[in-house]
């Protein structure tokens, strides 16, 4: 069965697009944990790999458990993987997009590119309700001055209850940002939409 094909749904919801995911959220965090550890270690080798080939892609620090958390890091693309094997959130899709930087604060350097190609859920019902694992990579993304948890600490200042903390049993948390397209652009600046990378 496709991803399409699970989501195919004629009756309206009973319950809003923020509480599906939620609830998604935490019935599978068992699964969830250990498949963003499994991801973050095979992209790691990934990028040891092309460093040392010199066909460098992507940083090795950027998946540096030592550096930063998981929300901190580049991992957009697990959505791929996990909806090969795995459901999201009923009324939800996976989305191959982008998202616009547009706070200066943001930014490493002023001359630094805004836009970065990313995957994230969004609904199907025209809620426009985005959820993303990964959206504190988006605060100085290059930097190794940012200490481990400053990047998620200044997504978290910025979104107040538009990101969420959901913690499995075995004690591993992760914080999700959920809400509208246009909350999030409010709120942190983050336009996420259709447009190609390289296109303004």
């Known amino acids: 069965m496709t991803e ?29 944990k250990p498949a963003v550890q499994e991801f ?23 998946f540096d458990s030592q550096r930063r958390l998981p929300e901190e890091m580049p991992i957009c693309t697990m959505w791929k993987t996990w909806s090969r094997q795995w459901s999201v959130p009923l009324g939800f899709q996976v989305s191959y997009n982008s998202v616009l930087i547009e706070n200066e604060e943001d930014l490493d350097y002023a001359s630094q590119g805004r836009r970065v190609d990313h995957q994230y859920l969004e609904a199907l019902d025209g809620s426009e309700i985005i959820i993303d694992h990964c959206a504190a990579q988006f605060h100085k993304r290059v930097s190794v001055s940012v200490p481990k948890g400053g990047r998620l600490a200044a997504l978290q200042a ?39 990378r390289y296109e303004s």
């Open 158 to 196: 910025r979104a107040g209850d538009l990101t969420k903390t959901f913690t499995n049993e075995g004690g591993d948390s992760h914080t999700f940002l959920i809400g509208t397209r246009s909350d999030i652009v409010a709120r942190l600046g983050l336009r996420y939409d259709t447009v190609p």
């Open 4 to 32: 399409a094909q699970r989501h195919i749904h004629t009756a309206p919801y009973r319950d809003s697009p923020e509480l599906r995911a939620q609830r998604w959220i935490g019935d599978n965090m068992w699964l969830f």
């Open 40 to 62: 973050i270690t095979a992209s790691l080798k990934k990028a040891r790999r092309e460093t040392r080939g010199l066909g460098l892609a992507i940083r090795e620090d950027f």
